[in-house]
């Protein structure tokens, strides 16, 4: 239990769903982050929010949307997703501000998601 | 371009000792950090170097040198338990985490 919580845990979608993504952390932390993570690949950061207000938009397509209603939750919606988008989504959190030792992330155990 | 390069799999026997290397090329360093991740769960945090030498964290160490670019994670007294991913990032000038691909660890009794 790291304190980060996502669902669903695994999630199956054809290329014309609409379905969303959901993290909580239970940390008091004041930065989120969404990661995708494909086999073989670094960790891609897509997504960063800090206080609620995004900071990062690494060249994401469109067809993720985030949304940070208040520092402890955050969602991914997902739209129209092509094959290639299958992948662990890995939702994070820190304290906010630089990371350092003692400001590490803190991961959730991601969401399996294999579109169709 | 920024790049982590770490080996893709490694094997190793319970109770000896492993070393998963990591060099980097960034724009910048400001930290090196080291993640576990088993399978199917979170990535957890191993440790952090930000200065030269060696940090031992019980059977686990983590060595760095600034001027190779380079870093490592020692595992000693394996454990079946120890079987995982391990992920090295790096902090760059702009405090932007550059993740590596991950090692993926495989323990043998």
């Known amino acids: 239990e790291t304190g980060v919580t996502q669902t669903p845990r695994h999630l199956v979608m054809g290329m014309t769903n609409k379905k969303s993504l959901k993290c909580e952390q239970h940390?008091?932390?004041?930065?989120m982050y969404w990661y995708k993570q494909s086999a073989k690949k670094p960790l891609e950061l897509m997504f960063v929010y800090n206080f609620k207000e995004q900071t990062e938009n690494n060249s994401v397509p469109s067809r993720f949307s985030p949304e940070c209603p208040n520092s402890s939750h955050l969602f991914l919606h997902l739209h129209t997703l092509q094959p290639e988008d299958s992948a662990l989504y890995l939702c994070a959190s820190s304290q906010g501000g630089l990371p350092s030792s003692g400001n590490t992330i803190y991961f959730g155990e991601g969401s399996w998601l294999t579109v169709v | 371009g920024q790049n982590i390069d770490q080996p893709t799999e490694m094997t190793a026997t319970e109770g000896a000792i492993v070393q998963i290397n990591c060099t980097y090329q960034t724009s910048g360093f400001n930290g090196l950090f080291w993640y576990q991740q088993h399978a199917g769960e979170a990535p957890t945090f191993l440790s952090y170097n930000v200065l030269d030498g060696l940090e031992e964290k019980g059977r686990f160490s983590s060595f760095l040198s600034r001027s190779k670019g380079y870093s490592y994670l020692l595992l000693k007294e394996l454990q079946m338990k120890d079987s995982a991913s391990y992920l090295c990032a790096v902090l760059d000038s702009n405090y932007q985490l550059i993740w590596g691909a991950g090692t993926k660890l495989i323990i043998k009794p």
């Open positions: 940390l008091g932390h004041n930065a």
